[in-house]
C-alpha cells in the first residue's frame, strides 16, 4: 500500500486483509449489504490520522458542509450514529415528557427509541401495504394534542409522503423529522432527501450507502436548530476545544445537558472521500434493483414493493413481498442454505419485549403485522454483478415453487 509506506510501520502491511478463513468473504456467501473502501478511502484516512486533530478537527465542519450541499441543506450537523441524529433532532425540535412522537411500526428500533431518550412516548402508526412507507392516514388517526413531532422514515430508500404529512402537522404546530438513514440521494417531486423535513436524520454505518464506520448527519434548513445540535452532540457546550485553542480563551459553558455525540476528524476525512462516490453507488444500486424488477415480472409469486411516480428511489433495501401461502421462514432458509444473505426489515418494533413490557400490544397495527411475516430483503450493494442477481432470482424461484 503506497501510503501505508511513508509511515514508520515495522510490520508489512497488505493492500487488504487476507479474509478470515469462514468469513464472509472467504466464502461464496453474498451478504445482504457490503461497503465498498477504496484506496482513495485508506489514503485520506492515514493522512487525517497523521494530522493534528484526530476528533474535532477541520474535517468535520467541510464534512457537514459537503454532505449537507450534496442533500441541498444549509446546515449538515456531523454525530458518530444515525441513533444520535435521530437524539438531536428529538432534543431541538423540543420533543420532552409527556409528548407524543408519532413513527412508524415499520422501522429500525432507533426511530422509535430516540423519543423515549427525551422522555417522550413513541405512537406507532401503520404502513400502506404497498410500500411499507408510514401511512398519513393512520398518522391523522393517532394525533393528540400531546403529538409533539411526526418521525417519518423513507423506508428501503423511497421518501415517505411529506406533503401529506405537513398537511398534518403544519396547522397544529407539529414538527416532521425526517429519519433518512435509508434514503440519502432520494427525491420526493423533485426535492432531495435532506429537505424534506424540519431535521433529517442520515446514518453512515457499513450496511448504509456511504459509510465512516459508525457515523450520522442531521441536515436541516433552520439555522437555530443546527447550532443547538452541534451545542448538545458536545456535552451542551457551545466552544468545542479547537475553538478554544484558536480564540486562546479558556472559558466555557454548558448550558444544557448534552452527550458526547461527536464524529471524529479521521472518520469525517473517510466521509468525505467516500462522499465522492455517493451518486456511482446509487446509481449502481438502482441497476441492481432494475435487474430484480425485470426478473420478478416473470415472476408473479415474487412480489417487490411499489415505488411511487412522483420519487426517486435511493435503493438502499430491495425488499419483496410473499404471497400468505408461502412460508416466509422457508424460503429464507432456503436462500440462507443456498448461501445467500437474506434478511428481514423489520418486526413491528412495538413487538420488541422492551416496547410489550411497556405496555404496547400486538394488533395496533395490522397492515404493519401482516407485512412483516411476508417480506424479505434480497442482497444488495453496488459491486453486485447480473450473475449475483441471476443466483439471487434462480434460489427464490426454487424456494416458492
Ligand atoms: C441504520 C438506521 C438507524 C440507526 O443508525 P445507526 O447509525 O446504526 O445508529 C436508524 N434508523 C434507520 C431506519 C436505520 O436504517
Redesign the pocket.
Known amino acids: 500500500m503506497r501510503v501505508a509506506s511513508r509511515l514508520c510501520c515495522r510490520w508489512p502491511m497488505p493492500d487488504r486483509a487476507p479474509p478470515e478463513p469462514g468469513s464472509v468473504a472467504a466464502s461464496t456467501f453474498l451478504p445482504y449489504g457490503r461497503q465498498e473502501i477504496g484506496d482513495a478511502d485508506i489514503k485520506a484516512v492515514v493522512e487525517a490520522l497523521v494530522g493534528n486533530w484526530l476528533t474535532t478537527g477541520p474535517r468535520v465542519a467541510e464534512f457537514e458542509q459537503a454532505f449537507a450541499r450534496h442533500c441541498g441543506a444549509p446546515e449538515g450537523v456531523a454525530v458518530n ?6 437524539h438531536c433532532a428529538m432534543r431541538a425540535v423540543g420533543v420532552g415528557p409527556g409528548d407524543e412522537v408519532i413513527a412508524p411500526a415499520i ?2 428500533a ?2 422509535a427509541n430516540a423519543a423515549i431518550y427525551e422522555g417522550a412516548t413513541p405512537v406507532f402508526a401503520d404502513v400502506e401495504p404497498g410500500t411499507l412507507l408510514i401511512d398519513p392516514a393512520s398518522v391523522a388517526a393517532r394525533i393528540t394534542s400531546r403529538t409533539k413531532a411526526i418521525v417519518a ?1 423513507d ?1 428501503a430508500g423511497q421518501p415517505a409522503d411529506y406533503d401529506a404529512l405537513y398537511a398534518l402537522a403544519k396547522a397544529r404546530g407539529i414538527r416532521v423529522v425526517a ?1 433518512a ?2 434514503s440519502p440521494g432520494a427525491t420526493y417531486k423533485g426535492w432531495k432527501s435532506g429537505t424534506l423535513a424540519d431535521i433529517s ?1 442520515f ?3 457499513p ?2 450507502h456511504l459509510t465512516t464506520c ?3 448527519m442531521c441536515t436541516t434548513g433552520d439555522a437555530e436548530m443546527a447550532a443547538h445540535m452541534r451545542r448538545f452532540r458536545n456535552h451542551g457546550i457551545d466552544s468545542d476545544h479547537r475553538a478554544r485553542e484558536a480564540s486562546g480563551a479558556h472559558v466555557y459553558d454548558m448550558a444544557e445537558l448534552g452527550y458526547n455525540y461527536r464524529l471524529p476528524d479521521v472518520q469525517c476525512a473517510l466521509g468525505l472521500s467516500q462522499l465522492k462516490r455517493l451518486n456511482g453507488w446509487i446509481a449502481a444500486r438502482q441497476q441492481v434493483a432494475a435487474w430484480y424488477d425485470a426478473a420478478f415480472e416473470e415472476l408473479p409469486r415474487v412480489m417487490p414493493l411499489h415505488t411511487h411516480a412522483d420519487r426517486t428511489h435511493a435503493r ?1 433495501l430491495y425488499v419483496v413481498r410473499l404471497p400468505p401461502d408461502i412460508s416466509r421462514d422457508k424460503v429464507f432458509a432456503s436462500l440462507r442454505a443456498a448461501g445467500i444473505g437474506a434478511n428481514v426489515h423489520y418486526a413491528p418494533v412495538y413487538l420488541h419485549s422492551y416496547y410489550q413490557a411497556r405496555g404496547y400490544r400486538a394488533g395496533l397495527c395490522p397492515a404493519a403485522e401482516q407485512a412483516s411475516r411476508e417480506i424479505l430483503t434480497l442482497p444488495l450493494f453496488p459491486a453486485m454483478s447480473q450473475a449475483d442477481v441471476q443466483r439471487v432470482v434462480e434460489a427464490l424461484t426454487t424456494a416458492t415453487a
Request: net charge negative.
Open positions: 450514529s444515525g441513533t444520535a441524529a435521530l422501522t429500525f432507533a426511530s422514515v423506508y429519519d438513514c435509508h436524520c446514518s453512515f454505518h450496511v448504509k459508525e457515523g450520522g438502499h
